[in-house]
């Protein structure tokens, strides 16, 4: 319980009207797209600018209160719940300015509260490109996506967004402003701190301002789908495509189980009947896309899809893409409670996971549709329950510790681009070291001695 004394602190800080004390208002930020169990923080507090933001930072530290950075909350690993010990959730969504788009040295410096397609959009107003594109990129923000090292369907050929993290300044717990990176394309001055910050999901320090590196869009793209009547037909294809040395901006597969979801959903003319498809699209100069298409074709009619559909135009390209934006939502209409993995393989890798998902559905008798970055190796599949059936969700979590345990076998990773939050952090020293499980914490505990910033995320116990 917060003193009056304190909560009129933060009052005099951000102002009264960013100051959110009651049960409702602090019920709303108890909890984020994870399935996990809600906390009510102490308090909400809504800072609309850097002086303000710098101060209750330093206001937290200074009583103890551990601090929760939110954007939009759209994070799958339980990275904005709030601590338990009078946590305090910081909102980000009064952060919200584009600072510069520098057109002639490609970059842009933004607040963390800055949401994602609005920034891709005001870009490509520019005649320029932001590549990461999560797929909550409607509502996510930027310093969410920072923070949680956010992926995307183009994460293939563009990688992920600390990709794109030139620089930044953060507070410190101290509330001090560090600043770090550069507007340079090289920039080797120092540690590269930005590279520390980016996937730390609030644990090492709060952004100010991120500098984010743009490039000229592609001149040419086109897309297309392959059918299959076998999974593993669909996963040699996506092998075949990368030993082709064709490397597509998104490589995308989708189970039966999903597409028939989806298919109920959009009505895209998904072919249900088959085992998977492929969603590909490559993109570059109109001679290279015309040959990489080629290939793609090429490449898919020796690994035996059934069907191969060119988008003829944009509309029928973007018919593809929103059925495949559309996989998660439309798995989430079927049951109300839908648990969302992250597991990650080597491409070579993914008939094996998608076998032992199929199998391990079975084996605990529950609904799981996959769909995924299959050419990053990166698979979404994704639990459909009802939370509220107890013996069906101990049936789930049992499912899930075993998914894991055989991504991890397969020498994959917990996570392509959800970030591990408090989801999957009893995994991490399996997946890595105790070794490194104790630089981390030492790391933290140098930055953050009273560990303030973002408690019990990614290292489990701290």
């Known amino acids: 319980m917060l003193s009056e004394s304190l909560i009129k602190e933060f009052k005099s800080i951000v102002g009264d009207e960013n100051v959110f004390t009651t049960e409702a208002d602090r019920q709303s930020y108890s909890y984020d797209s994870a399935v996990l169990e809600p906390v009510v923080p102490a308090l909400v507090v809504r800072p609309t600018n850097s002086e303000q933001l710098g101060k209750v930072v330093a206001l937290c530290n200074e009583n103890n209160n551990p601090i929760t950075v939110r954007g939009a909350g759209t994070n799958l690993s339980g990275g904005t719940i709030p601590d338990k010990r009078d946590g305090i959730v910081v909102l ?22 800055v949401v994602t397609a609005k920034f891709a959009a005001e870009v490509a107003k520019r005649g320029l490109f932001y590549p990461p594109d999560p797929g909550s990129q409607a509502v996510s923000t930027l310093g ?11 994460g293939l050929k ?68 392959a059918v299959f009547d076998d999974v593993n037909k669909a996963s040699e294809a996506v092998a075949g495509i990368i030993a082709a040395h064709v490397v597509p901006c998104t490589l995308e597969f989708m189970d039966q189980a999903c597409m028939r979801y989806v298919e109920d959903f959009t009505k895209a003319g998904l072919p249900v009947d088959s085992a998977a498809i492929l969603l590909i699209e490559v993109d570059g100069h109109p001679a290279q896309v015309a040959d990489e298409a080629e290939t793609v074709v090429k490449v898919l009619e020796k690994t035996g899809a059934t069907k191969i559909v060119v988008a003829k135009d944009a509309a029928e390209k973007l018919k593809l893409w929103e059925a495949r934006r559309n996989a998660l939502p439309s798995l989430a209409r079927a049951r109300p409670t839908t648990v969302l993995e992250d597991a990650t393989v080597p491409r070579s890798q993914i008939p094996a996971m998608v076998a032992a998902i199929n199998n391990i559905a079975k084996k605990y008798d529950i609904q799981i549709g996959t769909f995924g970055h299959a050419g990053d190796g990166n698979l979404h599949p994704t639990i ?11 049936r789930v979590e049992a499912a899930v510790d075993e998914i894991f345990d055989v991504a991890l076998s397969l020498k994959g990773t917990l996570s392509g681009e959800h970030g591990i939050g408090m989801a999957k952090s009893k995994w991490m020293e399996k997946e890595t070291s105790r070794a490194t499980i104790e630089y981390s914490l030492n ?8 560990n303030i910033l973002n408690p019990g995320k990614i290292i489990a116990g701290r």
């Not at 990688?159 to 990176?181: A, I, W």
Request: contains cysteine; aromatic residues 6%.
């Open 144 to 154: 969410g996506n920072v923070a949680e090292n956010a992926g995307g369907l183009r």
């Open 384 to 394: 459909l329950c009802d939370k509220r059936d107890t013996k069906e969700f101990h």
């Open 158 to 225: 563009y990688g992920v967004t600390k990709d794109y993290v030139m620089g930044m300044e953060f507070f410190d717990v101290n509330g001090q402003l560090v600043k770090t990176g550069s507007r340079t394309v090289k920039c080797v001055t120092g540690y590269n701190l930005a590279g520390l910050m980016a996937a730390s999901e609030g644990t090492l320090g709060v952004f100010n301002e991120i500098i984010l590196k743009l490039t000229p869009p592609p001149a040419a793209s086109k897309a297309m789908m």
């Open 443 to 450: 790391m933290k505990k140098a930055i953050d001695p009273k």
């Open 92 to 113: 980000t969504n009064g952060l919200n300015k584009i600072l510069e788009i520098n057109e002639q040295d490609l970059y842009a410096v933004v607040q963390p509260g």
